[in-house]
């Protein structure tokens, strides 16, 4: 609304300095200091709001040390993320940028459906919370809306780039002899098409287009993607709910993947740096910026509160809608192949308890017992049963998800 109110000053004002509201690194400052200053400042007052409704966390004993100690938490703090989102990207967001409509229907969306199941919870006593079923048919749908929108929606363009080369040629100033001459390129003209092609890393000059999987038939594609956008945020929302399960370590592992995709989404929305770098150049998306360090800024104030030992818990109403966010944003710059990269930490958590259920069952038809791999799954409780204690987990899955995130960038060369 701001960014409005700066444009409308600008063009109808003499005021010095409203050209500001106009540049992306203005706003995306402004908006990571007050999604910070809200998730702290306000972040204690729910938190003391949450211990008067008496909405606190009920703790299965797993057998852990110290989790008995964790019994009546407050829980539902994903609501400070999500105010901490949706106030600064609605004061200094372009409302009109499509992508930033899709991300705030996805943070609402998942916001609610994770509200729904820690409210079952809380208020109905029902440990096993809003039907895992539910849950599936809400990020189908997500998946259904983010996917429909990309096909349908005519702001939603890759622009395919026309070159010109030229030949520099130096010479000798005295002499005038040539001493070198190189030729190079430059953008003359963008075109932009609906595409279904998305980003191959590590391969130059390489993209998937979902229309060649489907034999050329560009509706069957845009269906196709449907199917691999609801994978993706069911695969990585389901992750992220996963990972949420020590004092800080889901909010401390995202911080680093949103502002990669931040990055990402900046280059992608600048034709000189996509150019240079040989990625998409997509249009507008270097608005999601703006959300990517509002994010940031809200999940970095979460954490004043949420490291050991914790004073709130996020419950799904934060744990489904982070890993939402970061699915359809990756899916909105294409990148949707770099998550198993990018947020390797989701991907071997889920695959922990994958294999531990599948190898029990297995075990457990063929030799009458079940057998673990693990002491506990997902991993993270793997660590804590060694007797790891809580911070150093937390630490050490930051600094993997430091190292991935910084391999995601290093992607944008290797190719």
């Not at 509200?115 to 599936?136: P, Q, T």
């Not at 809306?145 to 780039?161: A, D, N």
């Not at 040539?178 to 130059?204: A, C, G, H, N, Q």
Request: proline fraction near 2%; hydrophobic fraction near 45%.
């Amino acid at each position: 609304m701001l960014h409005w109110l700066f444009e409308y000053l600008d063009k109808h004002t003499d005021l010095p300095g409203m050209r500001i509201g106009d540049y992306i690194s203005f706003r995306s400052a402004a908006a990571i200091i007050l999604s910070l200053l809200i998730a702290i400042i306000f972040g204690k007052r729910i938190i003391r709001f949450l211990k008067r409704k008496q909405i606190g966390e009920d703790i299965r004993d797993l057998g852990l040390d110290g989790q008995l100690q964790k019994k009546g938490t407050p829980t539902m703090g994903g609501i400070i993320i999500i105010l901490a989102v949706l106030i600064p990207v609605l004061l200094f967001g372009d409302l009109a940028n499509i992508y930033i409509q899709l991300l705030l229907i996805s943070t609402l969306w998942l916001g609610l459906i994770g509200g729904l199941d820690d409210y079952i919870k809380v208020f109905r006593h029902k440990k096993e919370g809003l039907n895992g079923r539910f849950k599936i048919v809400g990020q189908v749908g997500l998946g259904i809306i983010v996917g429909t929108t990309m096909w349908q929606s005519e702001q939603i363009v890759v622009r395919e780039k026309s070159y010109e080369e030229y030949t520099y040629t130096i010479t000798d100033k005295e002499s005038g002899a040539v001493v070198d001459e190189y030729t190079d390129r430059r953008v003359i003209s963008t075109t932009p098409e609906k595409s279904t092609e998305t980003s191959i890393p590590f391969l130059k000059d390489t993209v998937l287009d979902y229309s060649q999987i489907t034999g050329g038939n560009e509706t069957l594609a845009w269906l196709f993607y449907i199917i691999v956008a609801i994978f993706v945020i069911t695969a990585v929302s389901n992750g992220a709910n996963l990972t949420d399960g020590i004092d800080g370590l889901l909010t401390s592992v995202s911080v680093p993947i949103v502002l990669v995709l931040g990055i990402l989404a900046y280059l992608s929305g600048h034709i000189i740096y996509s150019d240079y770098l040989n990625i998409m150049y997509i249009p507008g998306s270097g608005e999601m910026v703006v959300f990517a360090a509002a994010f940031a800024g809200a999940l970095i104030g979460f954490l004043w509160y949420n490291s050991f030992p914790a004073q709130i818990f996020m419950g799904d109403t934060g744990s489904l809608t982070i890993g939402g966010i970061i699915a359809v944003f990756a899916l909105c710059i294409r990148k949707e192949l770099l998550l198993p990269l990018l947020c390797g930490v989701f991907l071997v958590e889920a695959l922990s308890v994958m294999l531990q259920v599948g190898y029990f069952k297995y075990t457990k038809r063929k030799y009458g017992e079940g057998r673990r791999i693990l002491l506990m799954s997902p991993i993270h409780h793997h660590y804590q049963k060694k007797g790891i204690f809580e911070t150093k987990i937390m630490m050490r899955f930051f600094i993997v998800s430091l190292l991935l995130s910084a391999l995601t960038l290093v992607t944008l060369k290797i190719q």
